[in-house]
């Protein structure tokens, strides 16, 4: 099982780059699998719903103050970081709107999962995903209209729904299964963070396939775009961190922030860049979320293998 998990999980950045270039240069084979995107990433959150610290998730919803703190740090940090690295690299150009589009939209589901393998404190990356969702659909057209200057215009219902079905109702479903059944929740844990890759895999591939007419079509500018999405990603990431301790945060919590903030949902950030502003957008988004997966998944690995710093008294802002 420990060469299983070495060779799925921990080798997860490799993997990522091996997977989005199959779809992308095999896309006939698997642009299919984008029907099972949704599905993979419902997987994802059921395994964590299964096997997270449910005393830990009650105790951040009685005393909600870190959470939406850390949610509105990621909706501010987002934004300014994306409006920046986008004029730096493109000016106001379809580009830009790609760009500030990733960092606009509500935290992606492999913030979760980078928050797991990375001895992240799972429950707060949850919590915070789940406020992002709910405030998403009215911040992310609000957003857009102030930073790009135009309203993207999507069907609220239609969004909630599919966040429904995708992030709630499984996590909601691995909860109650680990509530009445803990037995199930014990065994599945050794597996889960290898089933959750496999999910994640899923979905690279399956988005990678399904873009890879735009980003064959653009090829001499995609080495400018990914250096502006990854600088984008590590700006986002560091920030995150930082502000997570300067608001008093363990070293638990500062991982999961470092993940929330850093890593977005730009699977939904390239469908309404590509509908609102066009397909040069769209694959700015695109690029985001391949260097996100990739970038995100490499933290993780990383600081799987860092202990967690012993909590110290000090004084903060929160103090």
Request: proline share 4%; hydrophobic share 55%; charged share 10%.
């Amino acid at each position: 099982m420990r060469i299983a998990t070495i060779v799925i999980a921990r080798l997860m950045p490799a993997w990522i780059i091996v997977f989005a270039a199959a779809g992308v240069f095999f896309s006939e084979r698997f642009v299919r699998w984008g029907s099972a995107t949704g599905p993979a990433l419902g997987l994802v959150l059921f395994l964590m719903g299964l096997t997270m610290d449910r005393s830990r998730l009650g105790g951040l919803l009685k005393h909600p103050k870190i959470p939406l703190l850390g949610s509105l740090g990621k909706w501010l940090i987002g934004a300014a970081v994306s409006v920046a690295v986008g004029l730096l690299f493109f000016g106001f150009s379809e580009f830009y709107y790609g760009i500030v589009m990733a960092g606009i939209v509500p935290s992606g589901t492999s913030a979760n999962l980078n928050a797991l393998i990375g001895r992240g404190d799972l429950a707060l990356s949850i919590t915070m995903s789940a406020f992002d969702t709910l405030v998403g659909p009215l911040l992310t057209p609000l957003l857009a209209k102030w930073l790009i200057g135009s309203a993207v215009h999507f069907d609220f219902w239609s969004f909630l729904w599919k966040m429904m079905k995708i992030v709630f109702l499984p996590l909601m479903t691995g909860m109650v299964l680990q509530r009445f059944v803990p037995r199930a929740g014990l065994a599945m844990k050794p597996y889960a963070s290898i089933l959750s890759a496999l999910s994640l895999y899923v979905v690279v591939i399956g988005v990678a396939a399904g873009g890879s007419g735009s980003l064959l079509q653009h090829a001499s500018v995609l080495p400018k775009l990914f250096a502006a999405v990854s600088l984008q990603i590590v700006l986002q990431m560091a920030a995150g961190y930082a502000y997570a301790v300067w608001i008093g945060c363990g070293d638990a919590e500062c991982r999961s922030m470092l993940f929330e903030v850093g890593i977005c949902n730009t699977a939904l950030s390239t469908v309404l860049a590509n509908d609102a502003f066009g397909p040069l957008a769209g694959l700015a988004s695109m690029a985001n979320m391949v260097c996100n997966l990739t970038l995100g998944s490499l933290a993780a690995v990383i600081l799987s293998s860092v202990p967690l710093r012993t909590p110290r008294h000090r004084q903060t802002v929160l103090s």
